[in-house]
């Protein structure tokens, strides 16, 4: 697992290569500004190859938060992951390593009849209830997130996960009212808490797409407020001392700012954006999205970009990204090692100060 020492000398090795601000505190953990994701690509060999050369460029070149997802790619993204970290040439306590459960994965590969399968394997067999499952492919089920975690240990080759998500729970509401979907987290959360009483993971968080960045009235809307509370009661129920829920996961780039521009969320003194209460409430904010899954590799604002330090567009993207006030790290979806240097670069220049990102928004 991640320890306090191995991150930050980390980020002793590798700090001068970077600029202000790359390395970020994530608990008692120093994280790189910039992550790697693992997301896209299909489920083939050639992919897990690229995407094990890119990790280990990644690792061996100053970033030290990967993140992954036991559906990505089949349960490919995780494994190739776990190989990664076995080889790579950095010691396994200085890497921050995330992954998520609720979407019911597929093994190796896409089935010919997904319902079928998600039926013979989850549902015949008790693992999952019919009730609990939403859409066909999600589930927060307190026994169904044990399996998950279970498998993603092992699909990582590790004893523990540093931060376990869980995934996009806003798909809930497809077929519950709120008050279930919170109900329902509280459940998982108290299980992810025993979890973390035994040391199988050392944080744990929630993964959204929607959830916390659209406004109040969407059908996809989850009160922040609301879910670290149940996150916090979810603690007491297991009696521990306070709450290993930390970290929010939310997509924002150039074209997708709303967790800093739509106040949604109930603060204190009224609505303020997911940013804004995150960073009050002591929670650390990953992004994902940071390129728009490549578009913005391609194409920017042309009056963003000039505020921009980097020499590519995707440079800029990333640095804007990760310029966001309570942001700890950005993560970049990057399956080739070529992808890894130019990340890696962006990195090397320093992010936007706090009234030049405010003055993007004027």
Not at 286 to 305: N, Y
Request: proline letters at 3%; a negative charge.
């Amino acid at each position: 697992m991640a320890t306090e020492s191995g991150t930050h000398g980390y980020r002793t090795e590798h700090g001068e290569d970077f600029g202000r601000t790359y390395f970020r505190q994530l608990g008692d953990f120093a994280v790189s500004s910039i992550g790697i994701g693992t997301y896209l690509g299909d489920p083939t060999d050639e992919v897990d190859e690229n995407y094990y050369d890119a990790i280990t460029t990644a690792l061996e070149g100053g970033i030290n938060m990967v993140d992954t997802a036991i559906n990505y790619r089949c349960q490919r993204s995780e494994r190739v992951v776990g190989e990664a970290l076995a080889d790579a040439d950095v010691d396994r306590d200085a890497v921050f390593v995330s992954t998520k459960g609720g979407f019911v994965p597929f093994e190796g590969e896409r089935p010919d009849n997904p319902g079928e399968y998600v039926k013979r394997e989850f549902v015949d067999t008790g693992l999952v209830d019919s009730d609990d499952l939403v859409r066909g492919s999600h589930c927060l089920a307190p026994d169904y997130i044990d399996d998950q975690l279970d498998r993603s240990l092992d699909n990582l080759g590790l004893d523990t996960i540093d931060c376990y998500y869980v995934h996009n729970p806003e798909t809930q509401l497809y077929s519950n009212s709120h008050e279930e979907v919170y109900d329902r987290l509280e459940s998982a959360f108290a299980r992810l808490e025993e979890r973390a009483a035994a040391g199988d993971i050392r944080h744990y968080g929630v993964a959204t797409w929607n959830a916390f960045r659209v406004p109040e009235d969407h059908d996809d809307y989850l009160s922040l407020r609301e879910v670290v509370s149940r996150a916090r009661s979810a603690a007491k129920a297991a009696e521990n001392t306070t709450t290993h829920f930390r970290v929010i996961q939310l997509p924002f780039n150039v074209v997708m700012a709303d967790a800093f521009t739509v106040e949604s969320q109930d603060g204190p003194d009224g609505k303020q954006s997911a940013l804004r209460f995150a960073h009050e409430a002591g929670l650390n904010v990953v992004t994902s999205a940071s390129i728009a899954q490549g578009d913005l590799a391609a194409e920017m604002p042309e009056e963003v970009a000039e505020q921009l330090a980097g020499e590519t567009t995707a440079q800029r993207a990333i640095n804007f990204a990760r310029s966001a006030p309570g942001v700890t790290s950005s993560l970049v979806g990057a399956s080739t090692s070529e992808h890894v240097q130019e990340n890696l670069d962006a990195g090397r220049f320093d992010p936007m100060g706090a009234n030049a990102f405010d003055a993007v928004f004027e």
